[in-house]
């Protein structure tokens, strides 16, 4: 099985003012690059390379729109790189080699887990929200997780 685990870098470019093309990251004032990246490793841990990496920038017109977050579709998040990478991955490893995507809580995203389930795959993600579950003595996450045997 190959292990991909997935997470975001934010390079921090506000000292250097002459660099061009950057957008907001962390803060309104703090200019960057945002950098997702993906690294295939054996279940080992031996790392095999990079199989998908997005960067980008924010545009500043759209810093602050949280407020309307949960109008957006998922296309227009910018946790949608969760997904996007995941469908990197799979297409570029080969069909028979078995992939299991590995993320942060960031990624912990109800579309993620759609995607998975529609396309029969395997993701491991760190638990962000007490999900409901379903064909489970316990009804959420977090108590069936506390029940399970070590």
Not at 20 to 25: A, K, Q, S, T
Not at 46 to 53: C, E, K
């Amino acid at each position: 099985m190959i292990l991909v685990a997935q997470d975001t870098t934010y390079f921090n470019f506000t000292g250097h003012p002459s660099v061009e093309d950057l957008g907001p990251i962390e803060k309104k004032d703090t200019q960057g690059l945002i950098v997702h990246s993906a690294l295939a490793m054996t279940s080992e841990g031996v790392p095999l390379g990079i199989v998908a990496q997005k960067i980008g920038t924010r545009d500043p017109a759209d810093y602050g729109k949280a407020a309307r977050h949960k109008q957006l579709p998922i296309e227009e998040k910018a946790r949608y790189r969760w997904l996007e990478t995941i469908e990197a991955v799979h297409a570029y490893c080969p069909p028979d080699v078995p992939v299991l995507p590995i993320a942060d809580r960031e990624a912990d995203i109800y579309d993620l887990f759609v995607q998975a389930s529609q396309k029969s795959r395997q993701v491991l993600i760190r638990g962000s929200w007490n999900r409901r579950i379903v064909d489970h003595p316990e009804t959420s996450l977090w108590p069936a997780v506390e029940a399970a045997p070590i």
